[in-house]
Each structure stands twice: as C-alpha cells, then as structure tokens.
C-alpha cells in the first residue's frame, strides 16, 4: 500500500531546508536541486508542492513571517492586561520583543531567513509584499507596546510612528549584532539594550491615539 505523505507536513519539511542554507550560506545558494538535496528529496518531489524557486521563496519568506507574528500575538495579552509600570507589564514587554531577536538557536536560524527575505526584497520584486506585510504587521504590534509602555499625560500619532520605528530600529540593529557579533552580543546583552530602551519608553510623555487607547 503506497505511504500517504501529508502536503502540509513536506511543505514545511522543504521550508525547514530552505531556512537551514540561508543560515548556513545565504539566500544565493537556495534552489530547487540545493533545498532537495537539503531535505533529502528528488527535485521531483520538491516541485510537486512548488512550481519554482519564486513560489518557493515566497512561501518560506511567507512561513517565517507568520510564525514571528504568531509568537508575537501569543506574547501581546500579557503586555497589555498588565498595569502600566508594573514589573509584570516590563517582563512581558521583553519577553515580546525577545521573540524577533535571536536569542536561542531556533529564533537564530529564523533570523537568518527575516533578514535575509527582508533584505532581498530591495531587488526581488516578487517578494516585496511580503516585506510589506512583514514590516506593517510587526509595526502594529509594536505600536501597541508603546501605547501600553508610556506615561499617559500627552503625545499623538506623529510621537507613536517615531517611537514604533525607533524601536523598530533597534530590534533590526540589535538582531544584525547578535547574527553577526553573537559572542558579543549575546542574548543577555539584547535584554540589557531592550530594557533600557523600555524604561526609556516608560519615562516619556505618553502616547494617545484615537482608536487604540480609547
């Protein structure tokens, strides 16, 4: 009786390859014939779930953006339903952000794959929506990190896209150190750089913005 292969289970066994070469040697060297012989597949098998190397990549870039996203939706609750200033809201703020950086190995080749997928939209037209939703999605959330972070005496939309994009910026440079310097900065150092900039956050004049604090 021939197996059954569930679709599901060897699109994401293909995606796991996909994310092991980038890590290892980089968004170049991913092709059909190089992410088989990475997953032990004919190239046969890995074009009967996708057409070509763009529906590939697209699908990976795809797959890794939801899963940070899930992380992130799974971790925003705790955030939110914690007082403003509690230690119980900043544990939950860093444990929120920590889930983009590369903290344990998992995350690191993850993060490989982000940047790597973020970077190549520059000049890979087909993976610009991605990106797109990528860094929309991700700004939501953070924006309402902020809005929960920050003193409640002030502040307006213009304050919430600075903010939301210098820790946007942050996280981004933060997460390039510790992929490139990980002796350096280790994930000790990320949570000392992240909790200074939330206290930094709690200090400052708030943020009040129609529809998402009222």
């Not at 809201?89 to 794959?113: I, M, W, Y």
């Not at 939501?140 to 213009?158: F, H, K, L, P, S």
């Amino acid at each position: 009786m021939p197996k059954i292969v569930d679709a599901e289970a060897r699109r994401s066994e293909v995606v796991e390859a996909v994310f092991r070469i980038i890590a290892v040697d980089g968004l170049e060297r991913v092709s059909l014939r190089e992410v088989a012989d990475e997953a032990g597949l004919a190239v046969g098998s890995v074009r009967h779930y996708f057409a070509g190397s763009e529906e590939l990549l697209t699908y990976s870039f795809a797959t890794v953006v939801d899963r940070i996203l899930f992380r992130l939706g799974e971790a925003l609750p705790a955030v939110l339903a914690s007082a403003h200033g509690a230690v119980q809201q900043n544990e939950a703020v860093l444990t929120l952000l920590g889930e983009l950086l590369p903290v344990d190995e998992s995350r690191a080749v993850e993060a490989c794959a982000w940047m790597a997928f973020k970077n190549a939209a520059r000049i890979r037209p087909f993976l610009a929506a991605e990106a797109d939703r990528s860094h929309r999605e991700v700004a939501v959330i953070i924006g309402q990190v902020i809005i929960a972070v920050m003193a409640d005496d002030g502040g307006g939309r213009e304050s919430l896209v600075i903010e939301a994009e210098r820790l946007l910026a942050t996280l981004d440079g933060l997460c390039m150190h510790a992929l490139l310097q990980p002796e350096w900065m280790t994930a000790g150092m990320c949570r000392d750089v992240l909790e200074r900039h939330v206290e930094a956050l709690a200090a400052a004049p708030a943020i009040t913005v129609r529809g998402l604090r009222e």
